[in-house]
């Protein structure tokens, strides 16, 4: 699966992969997935399994999304059964926010080379209707 996503990944944005960041289970230390990073020159940073705070830029972002549900779920009185679509709501908006460390960039934008088109952005909790036959 690491292989189909690298090819993914070095495809859409033409860059190479070159850090790879992982916990230490199985998956991640048998020798064909070694030789496939030393292959390819991408240095792995291997984490203590079972201690997430090592991984404190991941940790930390999980923390934002967890926030920002909880306040979209707050505000407009939705129950937790809504947590799929604000997780979703709340990454697609981080996805097209400027961000300080890539030049005022969004995600979207330094992932895709396109600028973020906005227009279709909803405000999160409306009353929606549904028109049945």
């Given at each position: 699966?690491?292989?189909?996503?690298?090819?993914?990944?070095?495809?859409?944005?033409?860059?190479?992969v070159k850090k790879l960041r992982t916990n230490n289970e199985l998956e991640f230390c048998?020798?064909?997935f070694k030789t496939l990073c030393k292959q390819n020159g991408i240095t792995k940073h291997l984490i203590m399994r079972g201690t997430p705070q090592q991984n404190g830029l991941v940790e930390r972002f999980n923390i934002t999304i967890l926030e920002r549900v909880k306040c979209m779920l707050n505000n407009v009185g939705l129950p937790k059964s809504f947590w799929a679509e604000a997780v979703s709501t709340v990454v697609y908006c981080i996805s097209r926010s400027p961000s300080i460390v890539i030049g005022f960039k969004?995600?979207?934008?330094?992932?895709?080379?396109?600028?973020?088109?906005y227009s279709e952005l909803k405000t999160f909790g409306y009353i929606g209707y549904a028109h049945l036959k």
């Amino acid at each position: 699966m690491f292989e189909e996503w690298k090819i993914l990944v070095e495809t859409q944005i033409g860059r190479k992969v070159k850090k790879l960041r992982t916990n230490n289970e199985l998956e991640f230390c048998d020798e064909r997935f070694k030789t496939l990073c030393k292959q390819n020159g991408i240095t792995k940073h291997l984490i203590m399994r079972g201690t997430p705070q090592q991984n404190g830029l991941v940790e930390r972002f999980n923390i934002t999304i967890l926030e920002r549900v909880k306040c979209m779920l707050n505000n407009v009185g939705l129950p937790k059964s809504f947590w799929a679509e604000a997780v979703s709501t709340v990454v697609y908006c981080i996805s097209r926010s400027p961000s300080i460390v890539i030049g005022f960039k969004t995600l979207h934008e330094a992932w895709s080379g396109m600028k973020a088109d906005y227009s279709e952005l909803k405000t999160f909790g409306y009353i929606g209707y549904a028109h049945l036959k």
